[in-house]
């Protein structure tokens, strides 16, 4: 059903060109039957499901099924239409996820943005580069954020083919792949915009006569029809839609809006989507905060942008080049200065205020005695933005060119809190009916934690171990500890540990016997349960330590299992508590100590009913704990600033350079 908006007020009428009149009018003309038909879908749908299983089968073996989504792969618009028109023909049903497959494509496909926007299309090679360059969060025009959807519809397609692949003869497969073979690539020049409309009404038609229900591609596609259409309030009003339905909300459906809002510069009705975001509790991404700061850089004010940079500093760790220009596109505009160096009482920025006021002579920078004139003058009483890429930050955080140092950004108290808890709750889902195990960690750790340094032990034991005759090293596990306790000396250290690694031979060798003694005296020693990922202890116990935890290993915590987890909170956290290491300068991996004999005495049964024991830390051996150096995390955190010291703004960039924006006087 075509829906009205919330407030009562009808959708606003649809923009047409002159040229593509005639496709548009039939098209609406196609989308007014689907809003009557849609409207009694409820006793459609069960005509539909009532078909006899013989004719569902007819539907899945027909060729053309496989064809349609093979064109759509092909990006080709007019055969898999031309199919689609003959199966509809001929009596089919096509499900529901083939005619997403086909929306996805009458929508414009992964260059959706540029339709909308009316920005040149790129070939399909530059296409497939700007989206493996914006890698998962990328994909639009702007480089940032889209990514997850470039595949969109196509991508749940291609999922319920395979599903249906699956089980099926090695011959049923290659005859599929010689299908493919025959849909040829697109001829001619793109589609224009009015034959995408086209396409997507007489699809958004055929769904209403065919009684198939709508699910989150379809409301995706029907946003997007109305962002190429200009009415972005009607794209706002399918992503309520899909809400209202029942079905989850992504990021991804507001996203037709906020791109028509940015075209119309409307900043309210941005800020009010960023609200319906934050109201269905999902976090923003780069794609919307950059959305937020086109539309603010366009006509908003510096109040406005202050507070989203505020987020961003919390929210992301880089930005790409095409978000930053945003923010370096608003203050350019004559009025940014006047709004940002206004006295603070007017609604100015207190910080550039203050630095202005109290700065001390140089290039940009005012006099002790320099003040901003109240009304702010042509471009703020003589002030100005000045914006400089590049820029040097030391290896200590100071930038010359900002007049400034970067400093420490970590998670608020709060933040810790909540990163603790989702840990430890994917955790036992996880580890399922073995959940209790990590509830007795969580129980040990209460008794004996906090900690300031975790050691994840698999790693350090594996490092450098990749050549023949290599492999799990205690010895190099006993050098990192004795190294860390020379450097953090007070510090309370945490070798973790899978179960199974004390049951290894060399685990029994009186030298490693001796090492696990000294760390379960000290209780220094955790090791995991059988069935169970150790990260998640590691993770757990270095988040619980908050700001003074940091986790030794050289792993780069990619593993699906982290994606899991709120990127503001990961994000952050893997920039500040995270030490790498490599060998010391003459120093190289331990060779493979001899099995032990019997009688050594196995670690595990030494340990408490726990696994765990001990009461007083070991002193390490004076010869040991050279093999290793850290890699300490750097003393300032790499994120959206503003230096108090200038009142500048430092801009980190995903091709590791800084932007700076510093007040400057003009002349």
Excluded at 428 to 457: E, I, S, T
Aim: proline letters at 6%; one cysteine or more; hydrophobic letters at 35%.
């Amino acid at each position: 059903m075509e829906p009205q908006p919330n407030n009562g007020e009808p959708v606003a009428k649809r923009q047409r060109t002159g040229d593509g009149s005639a496709a548009i009018s039939n098209g609406a003309k196609a989308a007014d039957q689907a809003k009557q038909q849609h409207s009694k879908k409820g006793a459609q749908q069960e005509g539909q499901q009532g078909a006899t299983g013989a004719g569902r089968k007819r539907n899945q073996r027909d060729p053309r099924m496989s064809l349609m989504q093979q064109a759509v792969k092909k990006n080709n618009l007019q055969y898999a239409m031309s199919l689609f028109r003959e199966v509809v023909g001929e009596g089919l049903t096509v499900p529901t996820h083939i005619v997403n497959s086909l929306m996805y494509m009458a929508c414009g496909g992964e260059q959706w943005e540029r339709y909308v926007r009316g920005l040149p299309l790129l070939s399909a090679e530059e296409a497939a580069a700007e989206a493996a360059a914006a890698g998962g969060a990328g994909g639009s025009v702007e480089g940032a954020g889209e990514g997850e959807e470039a595949g969109g519809a196509e991508a749940a397609a291609e999922q319920h083919q395979k599903g249906q692949q699956k089980g099926q003869q090695k011959g049923q497969q290659k005859g599929q792949q010689g299908r493919a073979s025959q849909v040829p690539p697109p001829e001619g020049p793109a589609p224009s915009k009015e034959q995408l409309l086209a396409a997507m009404d007489e699809l958004w038609a055929y769904m209403g006569g065919a009684g198939l229900g709508a699910d989150q591609g379809t409301y995706l596609a029907l946003a997007r029809r109305e962002a190429l259409r200009g009415d972005p309030q009607a794209a706002l009003q399918w992503a309520r839609e899909c809400f209202s339905r029942g079905k989850p909300m992504q990021l991804r459906i507001f996203h037709p809006a906020q791109v028509g809002y940015c075209l119309a510069a409307d900043v309210a009705a941005l800020e009010a989507i960023d609200g319906l975001i934050a109201g269905h509790r999902l976090d923003c991404t780069e794609y919307e905060y950059a959305r937020l700061l086109e539309g603010i850089a366009a006509a908003g004010s510096y109040a406005q942008l202050k507070a989203v940079l505020a987020r961003v500093q919390s929210d992301l760790n880089q930005l790409t080049p095409a978000t930053a220009a945003h923010v370096a596109a608003f203050f350019q505009r004559p009025d940014a200065a006047r709004q940002a160096f206004a006295p603070p009482e007017r609604g100015g920025c207190p910080v550039v205020a203050a630095a202005l006021g109290t700065s001390a002579s140089g290039a940009g920078a005012a006099g002790p005695d320099a003040k901003v004139e109240a009304d702010g003058g042509e471009a703020g009483g003589g002030w100005r933005w000045r914006v400089q890429s590049g820029v040097a930050v030391e290896e200590g955080g100071l930038c010359e060119a900002a007049g400034g140092s970067l400093r420490v950004i970590d998670l608020e108290d709060a933040e810790w809190e909540s990163f603790a808890t989702a840990i430890a709750e994917l955790a036992r889902k996880n580890m399922g009916p073995r959940a209790a195990d990590f509830d007795a960690y969580v129980a040990w750790y209460d008794r004996n934690g906090p900690y300031d340094v975790l050691v994840d032990g698999a790693n350090v034991a594996f490092f450098g171990q990749n050549h023949e005759g290599g492999g799990f090293n205690w010895e190099q596990i006993q050098d990192m500890y004795d190294m860390l306790c020379r450097r953090f000396k007070g510090k309370k250290i945490l070798v973790m540990l899978h179960r199974r690694r004390l049951n290894d031979p060399e685990a029994r060798s009186p030298a490693v016997t001796s090492f696990l003694e000294r760390l379960k005296q000290a209780k220094s020693f955790y090791y995991t349960p059988a069935g169970a990922n150790d990260d998640w202890f590691w993770l757990y116990a270095c988040v619980r330590s908050k700001q003074g935890g940091l986790l030794v290993s050289n792993d780069e915590l990619r593993d699906h299992i982290f994606s899991l987890l709120r990127p503001k909170h990961f994000l952050k956290w893997k920039e500040r508590h995270i030490s790498h290491y490599t060998f010391a300068p003459g120093a190289g991996p331990a060779s493979a100590p001899s099995p032990a004999g019997a009688g050594g005495g196995g670690a595990s049964g030494d340990a408490d009913s726990t696994g765990r024991g001990g009461a007083a830390a070991g002193t390490p051996p004076p010869s040991r704990g050279a093999r290793f150096e850290l890699q300490l995390p750097r003393p300032y955190t790499a994120c959206v600033q503003q230096l108090p010291e200038s009142g500048a703004w430092m801009l980190p960039l995903a091709d590791g350079t800084w932007m700076c924006i510093r007040p400057d006087r003009e002349g």
